[in-house]
């Protein structure tokens, strides 16, 4: 995934770029979020503190950058079987929350960047409107096909998945496993209600 907070005008080239994303990883990694400083991250790439600041404005746009590089937003396939595609999306979701890095430090960094709402909407578009998009076509063609209802709310859908996998993750300590995307895609799929081409009629 492409950087979205690094400043397009910023000097040392995609290469620094890249040494500078890798060493926040390796700092966040190692010491944690609330440890990971612009000082700590410029000393582990081996440049200057000024030469970060012309990327990026703070320590939240920099980690967010390097967490939207390992964060998976995949188109999902048509695979011609819905509960395939969505088994992909969920297990999609699972990975990028089971990643610890990214775990551990989505709260912290949201919470850092509310007070930024340019910062807050670029982080949104990093992390969740592409990958909810790419989930709600999968989950609008199941319901073109008439494997879900019509009136499905993809939205709510993704909030009760991502919320639930997280909630696991950082909370209850529960595995995030085959059994739980199994539960959650199911959740969705023996949901009951009215199928795209049935009749608002009674009888054959």
Same mark, same amino acid.
């Given at each position: 995934?492409?950087?979205?907070?690094?400043?397009?005008?910023?000097?040392?080239?995609?290469?620094?770029? !890249?040494?500078?994303?890798?060493?926040?990883?390796?700092?966040?990694?190692?010491?944690?979020?609330?440890?990971?400083?612009?000082?700590?991250?410029?000393?582990?790439?081996?440049?200057?503190?000024?030469?970060?600041?012309?990327?990026?404005?703070?320590? =939240?746009?920099?980690?967010?950058?390097?967490?939207?590089?390992?964060?998976?937003?995949?188109?999902?396939?048509?695979?011609?079987?819905?509960?395939?595609?969505?088994?992909?999306?969920?297990?999609?979701?699972?990975?990028?929350?089971?990643? =610890?890095?990214? !775990?551990?430090?989505?709260?912290?960094?949201?919470?850092?960047?509310?007070?930024?709402?340019?910062?807050?909407?670029?982080?949104?578009?990093?992390?969740?409107?592409?990958?909810?998009?790419?989930?709600?076509?999968?989950?609008?063609?199941?319901?073109?096909?008439?494997?879900?209802?019509?009136?499905?709310?993809?939205?709510?859908?993704?909030?009760?998945?991502?919320?639930?996998?997280?909630?696991?993750?950082?909370?209850?300590?529960?595995?995030?496993?085959?059994?739980? !995307?199994?539960?959650?895609?199911?959740?969705?799929?023996?949901?009951?209600?009215?199928?795209?081409?049935?009749?608002?009629?009674?009888?054959?």
């Amino acid at each position: 995934m492409a950087s979205v907070f690094s400043s397009p005008q910023a000097a040392g080239g995609p290469r620094s770029l !890249a040494k500078i994303l890798d060493a926040a990883r390796g700092v966040l990694s190692e010491h944690g979020y609330p440890a990971l400083t612009i000082e700590a991250v410029a000393a582990a790439a081996g440049v200057g503190k000024s030469t970060i600041y012309r990327w990026w404005p703070n320590k =939240e746009a920099l980690v967010a950058d390097a967490l939207a590089e390992v964060f998976r937003a995949d188109d999902i396939p048509d695979l011609g079987d819905t509960r395939a595609e969505l088994r992909y999306a969920v297990d999609m979701t699972i990975d990028n929350y089971a990643n =610890e890095d990214i !775990a551990a430090s989505l709260p912290a960094l949201a919470a850092g960047l509310l007070p930024h709402p340019e910062l807050m909407t670029r982080f949104r578009e990093a992390f969740l409107f592409r990958k909810r998009e790419n989930i709600a076509v999968a989950l609008r063609r199941a319901v073109g096909r008439g494997d879900l209802p019509d009136d499905l709310d993809t939205d709510l859908v993704q909030d009760i998945w991502a919320g639930t996998i997280l909630y696991r993750r950082l909370m209850t300590g529960s595995p995030l496993d085959a059994d739980l !995307a199994e539960h959650l895609v199911r959740l969705v799929t023996d949901t009951p209600g009215r199928r795209s081409g049935e009749s608002d009629r009674g009888g054959a």
